[in-house]
T-cell receptor, first 112, second 112 residues
Framework: ELKVEQNPLFLSMQEGKNYTIYCNYSTTSDRLYWYRQDPGKSLESLFVLLSNGAVKQEGRLMASLDTKARLSTLHITAAVHDLSATYFCAVASNFGNEKLTFGTGTRLTIIP | ETGVTQSPTHLIKTRGQQVTLRCSSQSGHNTVSWYQQALGQGPQFIFQYYREEENGRGNFPPRFSGLQFPNYSSELNVNALELDDSALYLC???????????FGPGTRLTVT
């Protein structure tokens, strides 16, 4: 059974600082997703990572995937308050359907 | 805006009752998945439908059932509601030409 772990679970950081969220998963997969969720809202797609070594960047966020290590990272550069949210990674099943297994989420709070 | 809509937005039901939640996907998205997100947790996969047939199911009891219709709409039915069924229910539709799942705004179900 595929398991996805994120750390840290909670992250409080000052504006302007850099930090990384880690996502580890237990079995082979070739698709990994990052989502953002604001309180009481649905999931907003941030990145889709489809191959080993994939790196994608959007604004202050950059995501990477290492399929051999079964590890993805979400790096935040020079954090701003608007990035405060919960971030989830999700790994797709390789077995004929598109089931996503989500991590526990990282609740990020940016302090002015 | 993902083009995926869900109704109703909020719903309050009593333990033991039955509920039907609805999702409307984008035209051409022939795969729809349903997820349950309890407060403070990541979404959990309930089941997936592809071309009106169930195509994978998570660890949910049979009282959770679904339907998908030719017009890209779908339903999630839950019988004999329990207090633990209180959650945000999300549907996601998949574009067959892209490795992307688009989430709807969700239905917040409260069971009292």
């Amino acid at each position: 059974e595929l398991k996805v772990e994120q750390n840290p679970l909670f992250l409080s950081m000052q504006e302007g600082k850099n930090y990384t969220i880690y996502c580890n998963y237990s079995t082979t997969s070739d698709r990994l997703y990052w989502y953002r969720q604001d309180p009481g809202k649905s999931l907003e797609s941030l990145f889709v990572l489809l191959s080993n070594g994939a790196v994608k960047q959007e604004g202050r966020l950059m995501a990477s995937l290492d399929t051999k290590a079964r590890l993805s990272t979400l790096h935040i550069t020079a954090a701003v308050h608007d990035l405060s949210a919960t971030y989830f990674c999700a790994v797709a099943s390789n077995f004929g359907n598109e089931k996503l297994t989500f991590g526990t989420g990282t609740r990020l709070t940016i302090i002015p | 805006e993902t083009g995926v809509t869900q109704s109703p937005t909020h719903l309050i039901k009593t333990r033991g009752q039955q509920v039907t939640l609805r999702c409307s996907s984008q035209s051409g998205h022939n795969t729809v998945s349903w997820y349950q997100q309890a407060l403070g947790q990541g979404p959990q996969f309930i089941f997936q439908y592809y071309r009106e047939e169930e195509n994978g199911r998570g660890n949910f009891p049979p009282r959770f059932s679904g339907l998908q219709f030719p017009n890209y709409s779908s339903e999630l039915n839950v019988n004999a509601l329990e207090l633990d069924d209180s959650a945000l229910y999300l549907c996601a539709s998949s574009d067959p030409s892209r490795d992307e799942q688009y989430f709807g705004p969700g239905t917040r179900l409260t069971v009292t």
